[in-house]
Structure formats: structure tokens, C-alpha cells
């Protein structure tokens, strides 16, 4: 390669890796670094309950339950098309998702110091501030 080729591959090399993050993942620019731990084994989020929060089951946990979990997780789903859910572990009420709400933030919520990404299996899968989300509306009791 001439010097002029290399260099430019050098330079369209360099801007490439500019736009990610030090894992080879994409960054997001001004974002913060998450620095909390992320987990495929499960535990409390230790989210809290802010006193403003406005998230409910018909503002939030609804639409998030059923666009991540209820694909498998639903009372109306045959044995065979639940992934391995247990029959009697079940989201598709509110009150179905109050009962399970701390394994629930075990396996798929974000607190202060862990995100806990053990579920859902598959795709799509929430993202973190999605993750916090469903951490605070659980630890306000999933009104």
C-alpha cells in the first residue's frame, strides 16, 4: 500500500472505534458510564420508591409486562408455548404481577447498584432505563 492508502485506512480505522465503547459495544456519546452490575443471576434490585413516582400498572407495567413478559409468562399460554415458565408463574393482571412482584425485581429490574438482566429470554429485551423503571414502579408496590 502507498503511504496516502495506509493513512487513510489508518484514519477511517480510528473513526470507527471512536463511536464505541471500550468493549468494542456502540457508546452513547455524552451518556454516562453505567457503572452499577450487571447480572444474569438473580437478586434484589434495592430500588426505592421515590415520592413522585407516577408509574402505575395502567401507565407503566402493563405495556411492559406484556411487551416482555407475558410471551411466556401468561395464564392463557398452553404448557408448550411457555418457554419453561412455571404454569403458576403468571403476569397477565396486575394482581398476578403484585404477587411476584420480588422475584420479578430479582430477575429483570435495575436498582441503585445492580441490573439484573436474567430475564426475559430471548428477544426483545428491555433496556436499562427500562430496567429502572420497572425497579421503582415494583419497590412502590406495582400500583
Known sequence: ?????VSLVCVLMLLGLAGCG???????GDASVDMRERSRSSGPSQAICP???TLTYE?????FLETYCTRCHDSSR??????GAPPTVNFDTAELARTHRLAIDAVAAAGPDRI????????????????DLLGEWLACGAP
Do not use: K, V
Request: net charge negative; no cysteine; hydrophobic share 20%.
Open 78 to 83: 398452553p404448557a408448550g408455548e411457555r418457554n
Open 59 to 63: 401507565t407503566f407495567g402493563r405495556e
Open 116 to 131: 439484573n438482566i436474567f430475564m426475559p429470554l430471548g428477544t426483545p429485551a428491555p433496556s436499562d432505563a427500562e430496567r
Open 51 to 53: 415520592d413522585d413516582s
Open 22 to 28: 471500550s468493549d468494542g459495544t456502540p457508546s452513547g
Open 1 to 5: 500500500m502507498t503511504g496516502t492508502r
